[in-house]
């Protein structure tokens, strides 16, 4: 039972236009949810996460909006750099939990 | 600061093998967590570990064990292999909880089984 889906599997952009990256949640326990990033050959990097207490967080050219009563969230890349093509994954974490649920990612392409 | 160390990259094993992988967590983090991700699938989680006792457990069969050692490094045990369980094996490490500082990743085990 798949709790957190990304439903496209891919997303192609234009250099310094903006990506956005969405992603769906089922469990209305999530309190936390994180964006990771992941090139070939590594693991994971985090980019980005906001508490359910929040509807926006910004960092930089990053920002996650997270909608609860749609139990959504996306991340937006503006400008978009052609470095930003990778595998984007959305995360969520259930209360008193220390383990996070993943999707199946995203695979962002932009095009230079 | 150094980031989160797993060793070996790659392994290759047969049916009905075991294997040990190892992890080594940034230095401070006493949490460190197992995932698998499959194509498709995504990550999914196996266990985590807080001062050597497992505080967390996903849905995966009990060949897959793990532990971890006063020092904070863990290690992650698959018994009897299955093809099944071909994937790239991810260790994280955080401090307490998540909510304090986000999972940080290695670069993950690549296990193929034949």
């Known amino acids: 039972d798949q709790q957190v889906k990304q439903n496209s599997p891919s997303l192609s952009v234009q250099e310094g236009r903006i990506s956005i990256l969405n992603c769906d949640y089922t469990n209305s326990m999530f309190d936390y949810f994180l964006w990771y990033k992941k090139y070939p050959a590594e693991g994971p990097t985090f980019l980005i996460s906001?508490?359910?207490?929040?509807d926006k967080n910004e960092d930089g050219r990053f920002t996650v909006f997270l909608n609860k009563s749609a139990k959504h969230l996306s991340l937006h890349i503006v400008p978009s750099q052609p470095g930003d093509s990778a595998v984007y994954f959305c995360a969520a974490r259930r209360t008193g939990a220390n383990n996070l649920f993943f999707g199946t990612g995203t695979r962002l392409t932009v095009i230079p | 600061k150094a980031g989160v160390t797993q060793t070996p990259r790659y392994l290759i094993k047969t049916r009905g093998q075991q294997v040990t992988l190892s992890c080594s967590p940034i230095s401070g983090h006493r949490s460190v967590s197992w995932y698998q991700q499959t194509p498709g699938q995504g990550l999914q989680f196996l266990f985590e570990?807080?001062?050597?006792?497992?505080?967390n457990k996903g849905n995966f069969p009990g060949r897959f064990s793990g532990r971890q050692f006063s020092n904070s490094r863990s290690e992650m045990n698959v018994s009897t292999l299955e093809l099944g369980d071909s994937a790239l094996y991810l260790c994280?490490?955080?401090?307490?909880?998540?909510?304090?500082?986000?999972?940080?990743f290695g670069n993950g085990t690549r296990l193929t089984v034949t």
């Open positions: 906001i508490s359910s207490i929040k």
């Open positions: 994280a490490s955080s401090l307490e909880t998540i909510g304090e500082s986000p999972l940080h």
């Open positions: 570990y807080f001062s050597e006792t497992q505080r």
